[in-house]
């Protein structure tokens, strides 16, 4: 046997195999070598641009949305589809805030719409040879890496401003221009903008003088002047300032306001709205344009009283010694019949007891102990005789 001929047969064996080897392993590290990343994509909700969704054949793409999905409207999309009528497979549960799509057929495409925060906003849903695995919308407003699409590291949750931080960040508010003069380090961090917006409802002046915001907070100070230009006293509720921007409405978390703007004059008031309690921002910047909503309430005082009644001066009453004369005459006559048939000592005292009687309302005031005090409404009250008749 040729030893050196078999040597050599199993040496190329050797040699082809290691170089099989080498080539499958650098075949499968060149195949999965792959950067995924951008099958995943973060858009932000835009309700004037539908968002482009690209959804394949195999598997699915999630969509993800900022909050609670309301409603799901679209035509072709179907939980359970019908492969001949139907375009895309849904996947959705009521309350969650995400959903799944996969095309049915090549070449298929559809507009979806989602309505979320009683706002709608479109998606362009596309059969794509190169499919998104996820598609991750932000809240509108937000910027940064989450809007480029490019990969990040999860953000912790922001924490939302303590009462304690609002309060001091509302004396900001109320002493800015002082501060800002003093102590301009305080300050040199907000945003502050001086709109002088003026709104005219009826008799009601508002004005905006001032807008300040705390990007650390998340905070947004209001600076306004109430004017009341009527002859009522106009009551509000200290608490229900609000402000709107476009559709968006944010209500205040603190404030400072009396709750009266007396007839004739003017106050000021200040408040602050914040972000949301998911940790989003608010989004309104200082030079946006406020509406400013106050909410007026009833007054607390006696209904029957104007709000601006002026009490009269107290002027002398009618003395209870006149009204028991007076009284006293108008049932004597009546008594006199009694009298001429009795005849008696019992008889003649019927008058007398009669008018007692009617003395007893009357004379009450005659006794030696203190007045009551007297009201100016005592002057609409009617005559203790008048109610007898």
Not at 34 to 41: E, G, N
Not at 251 to 271: K, R
């Amino acid at each position: 046997m040729n030893w050196q001929g078999v040597r050599f047969v199993v040496g190329l064996v050797n040699i082809t195999f290691c170089s099989w080897s080498c080539y499958s392993q650098d075949s499968d590290t060149a195949k999965w070598d792959v950067d995924l990343s951008r099958k995943v994509v973060h858009r932000v909700l835009n309700q004037s641009e539908p968002a482009h969704v690209k959804v394949g054949l195999q598997g699915i793409t999630t969509l993800e949305f900022p909050a609670k999905i309301e409603a799901i409207n679209g035509y072709g999309f179907a939980m359970q589809p019908n492969m001949e009528t139907d375009e895309f497979q849904l996947l959705y549960e009521k309350g969650t805030n995400f959903l799944s799509l996969k095309a049915l057929r090549p070449g298929v495409s559809a507009n979806l719409t989602v309505i979320i925060n009683e706002k709608v906003y479109c998606l362009y849903c596309e059969e794509d040879s190169d499919p998104s695995f996820a598609v991750i919308f932000g809240a509108p407003g937000e910027s940064g890496s989450r809007a480029t699409g490019e990969a990040q590291f999860p953000v912790p949750e922001k924490k939302v401003a303590s009462r304690e931080q609002l309060l001091g960040f509302l004396d900001k508010v109320k002493g800015y221009p002082g501060l800002k003069a003093a102590q301009p380090d305080l300050v040199a961090s907000l945003n502050v903008a001086e709109p002088n917006k003026i709104t005219q409802i009826g008799e009601i002046q508002t004005v905006i003088k001032r807008v300040v915001r705390d990007d650390a907070l998340d905070a947004v100070g209001f600076e306004v002047q109430l004017d009341n230009k009527s002859q009522s006293d106009l009551y509000f509720d200290p608490e229900g300032f609000a402000v709107r921007v476009g559709d968006e409405k944010y209500d205040q978390s603190v404030s400072d306001a009396a709750g009266i703007v007396p007839a004739m004059t003017s106050v000021p008031a200040f408040f602050v709205i914040t972000g949301t309690a998911n940790g989003r921002r608010n989004g309104p910047a200082v030079d946006q344009d406020f509406d400013l909503q106050i909410r007026a309430v009833e007054t607390a005082r006696n209904p029957n009283v104007a709000v601006n009644f002026t009490e009269p001066s107290v002027e002398p009453m009618p003395r209870a010694a006149s009204v028991g004369d007076q009284g006293g005459s108008k049932v004597a006559n009546p008594g006199k019949g009694n009298v001429s048939r009795t005849g008696d000592k019992a008889g003649k005292k019927k008058p007398r007891q009669g008018a007692a009687r009617i003395g007893t309302n009357n004379h009450g005031k005659k006794t030696p102990e203190p007045s009551p005090q007297k009201h100016w409404f005592d002057i609409f009250k009617r005559d203790g005789v008048t109610e007898e008749r």
